[in-house]
């Protein structure tokens, strides 16, 4: 799977209207065929910080999300509310959910 997570700093003006200005993006990817899950976390050190960790089944999802008409819009649209450009890590993993961490088992 393409694992990527994305870190945005949004300005203080649409801070906590981010949620609402990144729907309509959120639920489109959502909707895709290849999309894993695209999930949005706000920092606890920063409010102005989103982050949103993503992933796709594989390199032809991934395509297909970067090509189509939302991603574009929010391309076109996002950074007008940012302070900054966001910064990403974007990797390729080979596994295609969420694993346990064993090192923190809950016992039934």
């Known amino acids: 799977m393409i694992f990527i997570t994305v870190k ?7 801070v906590e209207r981010w949620p609402e200005i990144t ?10 065929p290849g999309c894993l899950w695209f999930d949005w976390s706000r920092s606890l050190e920063d409010p102005a ?8 089944r594989d390199g032809d999802a991934g395509a297909a999300h970067v090509q189509s008409a939302h ?13 900054e450009t966001p910064r990403i890590i974007n990797t390729v993993l080979e596994q295609d959910d969420w694993s346990e961490l064993g090192e923190m088992t809950v016992k039934d």
């Open 8 to 14: 945005f700093r949004v300005k203080p003006e649409y």
């Open 49 to 56: 910080e989103y982050v949103l960790v993503e992933a796709f």
């Open 23 to 32: 729907r309509g993006f959120t639920e489109s990817t959502r909707n895709e």
């Open 71 to 83: 991603f574009r819009a929010a391309m076109e649209n996002l950074p007008a509310h940012l302070v």
